[in-house]
């Protein structure tokens, strides 16, 4: 029997979809497959003693604030922490250029609702973080896909994708979530300058910037564009929205991310929380903060770069002893994910039940293309899984192929 | 100087509002301004030691999962514990029916992204939640507000408002945010005939049902409903989307809520919640299950009736004796709220500024009503302030108001 609610869905409802990636990862939730699906940090590296400490701190000491409504924008002393960790990187902001925001999930639906008119076109890379296309689906956006090559989206692509007339540029400039590739810094420079020449704004989502094995940290798309606009410092007041979270540093189960905006955007931004949850989790803010404070993150983050580089390397490894050679894939300099481009006459989608058939599983890139491209990609993630989980997957993963590739 | 975004803004993004409450709360947090503005509970009610046990539960035994991403639909125990206690309510529901969300304005969020259409028509009672109106403002939704009297929304304007063709009801039965008022059991039926009787969907939101100082527990719409259509248990597939929360039960700052309805309808709410903010959090969701267990909230609950109780009398002997005997306000049975009308001829908006002069602070009742009535009304909170701070500030507000009244 249909309830009386089945009549009255509104037209945006229509363009809602479950994430794939959660369809997936119901099917490879079995024991004894081993999933390249999920996206999920290694619980080794989630700082429970730091966490206990914290939530005894943070109730003994500040229960009626921890336990109490708060303030849309979030706890004071957190934001002003970020602030302090932002200056590091060269981005210079104040408080009231940050909000907290309940996931970086949140902070996308937000600029949806805030700027998303339906068919605004959307420039991203191609391919691009699938939850960013579920996000802004519900409010009818259009994307204009870039390609990218080892060095990120493609500069005289981008060109081509601003004479639409965009609404604002998406990117993930540090090992890109689903390709592992980063932003060259020349690439950079040359998104901020046609961004500025075509007068069209930029969102930068950043959570894994800090989870960098190899080479050297590049200044986030934010401060090139201050530096670039000559930007000197107190409130920020640019073109560009900075994306980045907790849950790649601490633990994505508590839910805290962060915006850094100009501060008319924050208020906006502020005002569309407020109708959206009222608020973040006060104790989950304090929690964060009690866990971050004195440094803490830079000691715990050693931890998380040696052991998904330990993983990363046991995948490039398995790959290149197991893979066919006809297969290409990405070698990310940090992040969690890697991606594989098949030859392309493979379907990596019509292939999936073949893999979990012999008890591995992966995304199927085409699902990170908006267009609808990448048919013959594949997107394996190597934080979650243990380095000798990881070579076992892979030999899996290439004895499929080449039974599909070689003996048809 | 302008950022780019300025120029950006959907179109949406005009009719959200700030609310006007979060701005009132800021004039109020001077230490000796009494404020019956606000809506919190008293921190005294707050378990501590129960979140603290929890916490250290929570993270010795279930760190990996609490400290990880999680479901949308959120964690089963404490869905099931949800079903389990329902049921004692007479709501027959299954955990295929429930859904966790940030708090239940991101549940009015959400049914706000899924079944409003700019220019739909929702009734409402006159006032209702501001919450409510400033979720579903961002979604371009029109008010049919109906008026109500001590028994709650008058069921024969309730019956003029449905011929409109409105998209749904939204009624709040217990001890209502702003008036106080509980709808009597007679007009529950009669809600539940018409609504069906018209074909329309009704949500019902019971952040304070349990909170009932004095007489008997009605049956919730959703029950009331359930028995109009003969349901016999099982899965619930009813024509009533209910909302209710942890916030009043044990914190606010942890922001765990839940809805109830029909299982197609809560599919298409996990969705919505997926591109919002992926799910709730984890950590909060498993401590919120831990002090929750073994009937803690039954006990605790007593607590609450007690603490309330005592502020409410307060509240009403302090205003028997310092009001003019022009001012008439309800007597909630429950709840967090009393309103006071004003003779015609005052208005509450007006009087706001001189009521915080004389360091006593209220919300003006007009912001409640959607149609720009009640200008002569205000909302007094009495769940936060003290027993004898709230006779002082009753005190303040009876010299102001017969000053006003007077004097001139």
Not at 31 to 41: R, Y
Not at 259 to 264: D, H, K, R, T, V
Request: charge should be neutral.
């Amino acid at each position: 029997m249909q309830t009386l609610w089945e009549y009255r869905y509104a037209h945006r409802t229509k363009s809602m979809q479950g994430s794939f990636i959660r369809e997936i990862l119901k099917l490879t939730q079995k024991p004894d497959v081993i999933s390249f699906a999920g996206g999920l940090p290694a619980p080794k590296v989630f700082p429970v003693e730091k966490f206990q400490e914290a939530a005894n701190r943070t109730l003994a000491e500040r229960a009626e604030s921890a336990l109490q409504y708060g303030t849309t924008e979030g706890y004071l002393p957190l934001r002003e922490m970020i602030v302090e960790r932002s200056a590091r990187y060269g981005l210079k902001v104040n408080a009231n250029n940050v909000s907290i925001t309940s996931g970086s999930q949140q902070a996308l639906d937000l600029i949806g609702r805030l700027f998303i008119n339906r068919g605004d076109k959307i420039i991203v890379e191609n391919p691009t973080y699938l939850g960013a296309l579920q996000a802004w689906n519900a409010y009818g956006a259009d994307y204009v896909p870039v390609p990218m090559d080892e060095e990120g989206m493609i500069t005289t692509e981008l060109e081509k994708a601003l004479r639409t007339g965009a609404k604002f540029i998406y990117v993930l400039p540090n090992f890109q979530n689903p390709s592992g590739v980063t932003l060259s810094l020349k690439r950079r420079q040359e998104l901020v300058r046609l961004a500025d020449h075509y007068g069209t704004p930029i969102i930068e989502d950043d959570p894994y910037g800090q989870i960098r094995f190899e080479g050297e940290h590049l200044p986030p798309v934010t401060v090139v564009d201050s530096e670039y606009r000559g930007q000197n410092g107190g409130t920020y007041d640019g073109n560009v929205i900075y994306l980045s979270t907790f849950s790649k540093l601490l633990a994505p189960g508590i839910r805290i991310a962060w915006a850094i905006a100009a501060e008319s955007v924050i208020y906006k931004l502020v005002q569309a929380k407020q109708g959206a949850d009222l608020h973040t989790s006060s104790f989950n803010q304090i929690a964060v903060y009690e866990v971050s404070k004195n440094d803490f993150i830079d000691e715990h983050v050693k931890v998380i770069r040696a052991t998904y580089k330990e993983r990363r390397d046991a995948m490039l490894e398995a790959m290149e002893e197991f893979f066919p050679t006809e297969v290409k894939w990405t070698h990310p300099k940090g992040g969690m994910f890697l991606f594989a481009t098949l030859p392309n006459d493979l379907d990596a989608m019509a292939l999936f039940d073949k893999a979990v058939a012999q008890k591995v599983a992966y995304v199927p890139g085409t699902v990170f293309h908006p267009n609808g491209d990448g048919k013959n990609t594949m997107r394996l993630n190597f934080s979650f899984p243990e380095p000798d989980i990881i070579r076992e997957g892979i030999a899996r993963l290439g004895k499929m192929l080449k039974e599909e590739m070689y003996t048809k």
